[in-house]
Every structure is written in structure tokens, then in C-alpha cells.
């Protein structure tokens, strides 16, 4: 079975660090781009970064551009989000999701990251 | 940036009606557009990829269609759990940009 599990989420102070997890399991994970989509409370779905198959390419949302850091390990089938410097706004529900041919599939249940204070 | 612009942001509609959602994008993306169904608490979920294409396991009363700028997404016969929140996702570029989504509600 195709499978993302996050983790890592948490309660952090403003300013704070902290860093997500995304482990694959059930396909080839260095074979796909992966990303990192966010969720606010009651709020849409934002686009926070990509990573591609084999590390060459990231992109970033402007709004995470600076603090964020996508990075993956192909060995250990795990995505990562290292997150700097948080802030209010970052209060979100964190998904992982594999990026396939003009689509996001699977996503993972989602980790809450709560920043305040 | 490419914009996306959903509409409507909500809608009610009673099961069995025909439902139809908009997406447009400030600039042309092709065919490189998906839309996805999220149920509170839950994960989104895959429907339709390259503006039409069905997903496997996906029931066949959703379809997608448009390129370009403007694109739909058709539910033609509203089920019980249709009921979701309903967003298209642009895939050409760079941030990649969601819809703002779209409330199916019952009538």
C-alpha cells in the first residue's frame, strides 16, 4: 500500500524551530517529486515547497522563502521540512503529498504545527 | 504567480442535481490543472488530473474539462458523500497555487 506518514508537528513558541518528517512506504520514493502543502484553520490549502526525485530542484512558496528548508533522504524513504524562525501564521496542518505526472497523490494525514506564544 | 480564481466559494444543492465549479487561471496553464475533494479532517483526495482526466477508482459522474485559462469540474449527479470542499490545483509553474476551494453543502 502507498503510504505517507507525517510527524514532527508540535507547539512552538514565534521565533521558534521546528522540524516535520514525512516517511514513504509502498512505492519507489526516490523515483518522485515530493511536497509539502499546508493547511490553516478553516482556511484553504497553500503550497508551501517542492523537492524533486533526486534533490536538484526545490521551490519554495514566498511566503516560507528564507525560513524553510525542504530536504529528503532517498535512503531512508523520508521527506523533511526544517522549519526557521516561525511565526503566527505558520499555525497550519502540514501535509506531505507525492508529486506524480499533474498530480498530488498520495497525501498523508497530516501533522498540526501550532506557533504561539 | 499564477492566480487561480475558483467560483463559487460555496454552493447548496440537493442530491441527484447537476453541479458544476469554475477555476481560472490569470494566465494560460495548458491542460496542467487538478482538482481534489476534502472532507472535514480528512486528507485531500485526487479526482481529476490534466484538466480531465479521471482518476483511477474515481466514480465516473465527476468530469473535468477546459484548458487555457478556464476549467470546470462537473458532479452530474450529487451523491451523499459528495458533500466536501472542492479545490483545483495548477500544475504548470512555480509556486504551484491552489483555488480558494469551493463548500458543496446540502440543500
Known amino acids: 500500500e502507498v503510504q505517507l506518514v507525517e510527524s514532527g508537528g508540535g507547539l512552538v513558541k514565534p521565533g521558534g524551530s521546528l522540524r516535520l518528517s514525512c516517511a514513504a512506504s509502498?512505492?519507489?520514493?526516490?523515483?518522485?517529486?515530493m511536497n509539502w502543502v499546508r493547511q490553516a484553520p478553516g482556511k484553504g490549502l497553500e503550497w508551501v515547497s517542492s523537492i524533486s526525485s533526486s534533490n536538484g530542484y526545490v521551490h519554495y512558496a514566498d511566503s516560507v522563502k528564507g525560513r524553510f528548508t525542504i530536504s529528503r533522504d532517498n535512503a531512508k524513504n523520508s521527506l523533511y521540512l526544517q522549519m526557521n524562525s516561525l511565526r503566527v501564521e505558520d499555525t497550519a496542518v502540514y501535509y506531505c503529498?507525492?508529486?506524480?505526472?499533474?498530480?498530488?497523490?498520495?497525501w498523508g494525514q497530516g501533522t498540526l504545527v501550532t506557533v504561539s506564544s | 504567480d499564477i492566480q487561480m480564481t475558483q467560483s463559487p466559494s460555496s454552493l447548496s444543492a440537493s442530491v441527484g442535481d447537476r453541479v458544476t465549479i469554475t477555476c481560472r487561471a490569470s494566465?494560460?496553464?495548458?491542460?496542467?490543472l487538478g482538482w481534489y475533494q476534502q472532507k472535514p479532517g480528512k486528507a485531500p483526495k485526487r479526482l481529476i488530473y490534466?484538466?480531465?482526466s479521471l482518476q483511477s477508482g474515481v466514480p465516473s459522474r465527476f468530469s473535468g474539462s477546459g484548458s487555457g485559462t478556464e476549467f470546470t469540474l462537473t458532479i452530474s449527479s450529487l451523491q451523499p458523500e459528495d458533500f466536501a470542499i472542492y479545490y483545483c490545483l495548477q500544475h504548470n509553474d512555480y509556486p504551484r497555487t491552489f483555488g480558494q476551494g469551493t463548500k458543496v453543502e446540502i440543500k
Open positions: 490534466g484538466a480531465s
Open positions: 494566465q494560460g496553464i495548458g491542460n496542467d
Open positions: 503529498a507525492r508529486e506524480r505526472i499533474l498530480l498530488f497523490d498520495p
Open positions: 509502498g512505492f519507489t520514493f526516490s523515483s518522485y517529486s
